[in-house]
């Protein structure tokens, strides 16, 4: 199903939150053990994000996102496959609403471009 730029994808059994695929990748920075990575969100939930690096991701199990409207967020590392990491976000009650808007800003980009130009 195509909503606003994202497609539903079927949810493994073993996921516990829907996932959305990306029609257009969403650039972000990921930081672990002081090194910078540039990647790309390739697919988001409430419950985490799969990233795709250019080269070899980081091994660190602990990654620090930043993304210039979001902010930054903690996730931790829980499968690799190649170039891609799938990522599961460290989040207490408090830091929920941000993140529903980090996710809100990277699936309506559009949106957040509108509003930063106002």
Request: contains cysteine.
């Amino acid at each position: 199903m195509d909503m606003q730029g994202m497609k539903l994808v079927q949810v493994a059994e073993r996921r516990q939150c829907l996932r959305f695929d990306l029609d257009r990748f969403t650039s972000v920075t990921a930081v672990a053990a002081g090194r910078v990575y540039d990647c790309q969100v390739t697919d988001i939930s409430l419950g985490g994000l799969r990233l795709r690096f250019a080269g070899a991701p980081p091994a660190e199990e602990r990654i620090l996102l930043r993304h210039p409207s979001a902010g930054e967020l903690t996730a931790v590392q829980v499968w690799r496959a190649g170039n891609d990491l799938g990522l599961a976000f460290e989040s207490s009650e408090r830091e929920l609403e941000h993140l529903l808007q980090c996710i809100s800003l990277i699936l309506n980009p559009d949106e957040d471009q509108i509003a930063r130009s106002a």
